[in-house]
């Protein structure tokens, strides 16, 4: 975390994730019951929360700013005890420059009295306008881009809010207990590859309005700050509390794409991360963690890692205070009940699911189930989900509960199902292919089962191209041993990486590419089945830690455990906690080191596990088990033991980082039953191989291989699920589950690097 001293107030930056499709009425929505829940007498607390997607003039729309402005309010009725009737979003038209400043003022600073919390969000477009005091070297001063300002062609006065007027705004509030969120940015231009980017033009031709230095004058009077100690302060601190931004200056804020939805990366990764939260602790904290989720989402979107939030305070190093200045809720949860009709057992219960990791809420369509969570964090009952849109859902109760759901009841994954129509989206972009080229991909790719061409913006996963002059030089930056000019192949969805291998000869037709990339398009699918729809970590009941190392000095690398697992059997709440990936960020392994996995049973039953490595290319390693003369006895760890794989001194077990460079991921599979499917399909690759009844790990699994591996593993998660003798309701037979008191999916993300 880092505390910016002496520079320009509000550096902004954003990222994005998000949804599209709200009204008004659904943000007013019956809510004022839920609130009485959580909410506090005192301090009283505030929030004004703007988000815009679509602007009036010639500037160019978002998806996912209005989304961000639910997430942040659910979150803040549900976590934080905020009263419904506390919170103004300001949507849309609704969001001018007027109405955002005369909403400050109305809502926040005329109400808000010493001690009592404030909360401003805004997600939408950033920008940069000439700054007369020159408080940074640039000349230059961040905005706020309201729904009524402007693009001019080649400059002029814009009706943007700066970041000046901010900060008199701030100062102008009674209380120091403040907390500004800004995902937005100035950086780059309209889109990035396929997802929006937060930005307007701007830059020393784009003046601010005269009616800005009004507002300035005027609170300048109001507080009686004088103009020379208006631009002292403005350059030392922020004004009062904290300010967060999504991304550092020069890094783009863009709208993310997720299953049915659009949203804001870092308010999404916030969000979610606060709905996890098991303990209150530290701004400094809770803003490390956050940050490290954001990176993992925006790695997870492919929009590489480049996106680092930062936050700026005038609190003193010793005040360990907490995020909004407020205590959390400390029962974590997936999922909270917003509306219920229909008296029980019939009765119609309406989620929403803020809590899920992005990654995984195509495992929470129709027919997982999750856990009605009583006062205790207790399971006391189950529902049922019977259709969801984005982050809303619609559920039934499953049988006689101990806790009626009511609006506020919060509720934790029980099972979550997998969606055997899975599929892999490849964006076909104009930039990158012409019309032509383009109807010629769609009907190749329409022969390829599971894999959909996607055009316009939709949800992506990576986009098929050629590769350009434009495109070559604006990579050369960031990514080794690029492909020739002229090249077809796969880029990740913002066009600021390629998928490794994937390139061909530059004369290759595109469809002789999709004709090549058949089984490594294949691949990529099979990884996206275990990376976004197998990660339960953080909802797993099991007991189980994994800590990725340095083959010869033990140095931790990387860290995977069940937050809800651990202390589970032995009493305590988190007894030897292992390193949060917050300690260790995402690490860069250069090709060659060797690497070794320390794997803690800490259940009091055996666990069957494996480890797979998915590389940037989609091939996949099979790390454990790699006993091939052992039937299922390889696989098993007892509980209370730790084991080293591979083990030291062993032959043929040397596990080295290798080729490609790029983003990798470590998975790890933990079962209370044995994978049976799966490890006759990895004893059968062994054969393949040459290395049936040896001690060896199976190289270069791809294509239908990889498919049929994954299959095969889901199918032996969802044998255990279904093998629980709980007494709950049976999972339907035409869905595949992963019961999490009785299955763990964990990752280590790492990027492979360059040897040294």
């Known amino acids: 975390m880092s505390y910016i001293k002496r520079r320009q107030f509000l550096q902004f930056a954003g990222s994005a994730l998000a949804a599209a499709g709200f009204s008004q009425l659904d943000i007013m929505r019956q809510s004022q019951e839920y609130g009485k829940v959580l909410a506090q007498s005192t301090p009283r607390k505030l929030a004004l929360l703007v988000g815009i997607n679509e602007y009036i003039n010639n500037i160019p729309p978002l998806g996912g700013c209005e989304q961000d402005v639910l997430l942040q309010r659910e979150l803040l009725i549900h976590r934080f005890g905020f009263k419904d009737a506390d919170i103004l979003p300001l949507i849309g038209k609704q969001a ?12 926040l600073i005329k109400q808000a009295k010493p001690g009592d919390v404030v909360v401003f969000h805004f997600s939408g477009h950033g920008s940069l306008v000439q700054d007369k005091d020159r408080d940074t070297p640039d000349g230059l001063n961040s905005t706020l881009v309201p729904v009524d300002s402007s693009l001019p062609e080649n400059g002029g006065v814009v009706l943007d809010i700066m970041g000046h007027t901010l900060f008199m705004l701030m100062y102008a509030l009674q209380t120091d207990n403040v907390t500004m969120v800004l995902d937005s940015c100035h950086s780059g231009g309209a889109k990035r590859g396929r997802f929006r980017v937060r930005s307007r033009s701007g830059g ?19 507080t009686g700050l004088s103009q020379q100690d208006f631009i002292n302060k403005r350059r030392q601190n922020v004004a009062k509390g904290t300010v967060i931004t999504a991304v550092k200056r020069d890094q783009f804020a863009m709208d993310g794409q997720f299953s049915g939805f659009d949203a804001g990366v870092f308010t999404y990764a916030l969000t979610q991360y606060l709905w996890q939260k098991t303990a209150n602790e530290s701004l400094t904290t809770t803003f490390s963690n956050v940050n490290q989720s954001a990176k993992k989402i925006a790695w997870e979107q492919r929009g590489g890692l480049d996106k680092e939030p930062e936050i700026e305070s005038n609190l003193k190093p010793n005040q360990n205070k907490l995020i909004y200045f407020s205590p959390v809720k400390t029962i974590p949860a997936e999922a909270v009940v917003t509306g219920v009709s229909g008296a029980p ?5 309406e989620l929403w699911l803020g809590g899920i990791e992005a990654q995984s809420l ?33 559920a039934r109760l499953l049988s006689a509960t101990k806790v009626q759901p009511t609006p506020g009841t919060l509720l934790q994954e029980s099972i979550r199902t997998i969606p055997k129509n899975l599929t892999l989206k490849i964006g076909l972009d104009e930039t990158l292919l012409d019309s032509a080229a383009i109807r010629q991909a769609q009907q190749a790719l329409q022969t390829i089962p599971r894999v959909e061409a996607v055009t316009g913006q939709q949800e992506t ?10 495109q070559h030089q604006q990579l050369q930056r960031r990514v080794a041993n690029l492909p020739a000019v002229g090249s077809i192949g796969l880029f990740t969805p913002t066009l600021d990486g390629i998928v490794a291998t994937s390139f061909g000869k530059s004369d290759e037709t595109v469809s002789a590419a999709v004709t090549r990339l058949q089984p490594q398009l294949k691949s990529l699918l099979a990884g996206r089945v275990v990376r976004y729809i197998l990660g339960n970590a953080g909802t797993s009941k099991v007991n189980i830690s ?23 059997n032995t009493g305590a709440s988190q007894p030897n906690k292992p390193v949060t990936l917050s300690d260790l960020g995402i690490p860069k392994l250069p090709v060659g080191m060797k690497v070794a996995f320390q794997i803690e049973n800490n259940e009091t039953v055996p666990l069957y596990v494996s480890i797979l490595s998915v590389d940037s290319s989609g091939k996949m390693d099979v790390i454990f088990p790699f006993d091939w003369s052992s039937a299922e006895g390889d696989a098993l760890i007892q509980p209370g033991k ?23 991921e470590a998975l790890i599979i933990a079962s209370t039953s044995p994978l049976r499917d799966s490890l006759r399909v990895l004893q059968t690759l062994a054969a393949k191989a040459g290395i049936a009844g040896k001690r060896s790990f199976i190289p270069a699994v791809t294509g239908d291989e990889f498919l049929n591996l994954t299959d095969s593993l889901i199918d032996d998660l969802d044998r255990t699920t279904r093998g629980r003798n709980t007494g709950s309701t049976p999972l339907a037979s035409d869905v595949r589950g992963i019961d999490v008191t009785k299955v763990a999916t964990m990752s280590i993300p790492f990027e492979v690097t360059k040897p040294v």
């Open 96 to 107: 001018t420059r007027q109405g955002i400043l005369q909403a400050f003022n109305e809502h």
């Open 204 to 222: 020393s031709d784009f003046l601010p309005s005269p009616a800005e230095f009004e507002e300035q004058r005027k609170w300048l009077a109001k």
């Open 345 to 349: 057992p019939n009765s119609n219960i």
């Open 362 to 394: 195509e495992g929470f369509n129709e027919k997982a189930i999750l856990n009605i969570i009583d006062a205790k964090g207790e399971a006391a009952g189950q529902v049922q989900i019977e259709s969801r849109q984005g982050l809303n859902a619609k």
């Open 461 to 470: 996963h990576y986009v098929l191209g050629r590769m350009s002059k434009t």
């Open 546 to 568: 994994v800590r990725m190392i340095v083959a010869d000095s033990k140095k931790v690398l990387g860290q995977a455990f069940t937050a809800r697992g651990i202390g589970k």
């Open 642 to 664: 730790q084991v080293l794989i591979p083990e030291s001194g062993a032959n043929n077990s040397t596990l080295q980082v290798s080729e490609p460079q790029g983003f990798s």
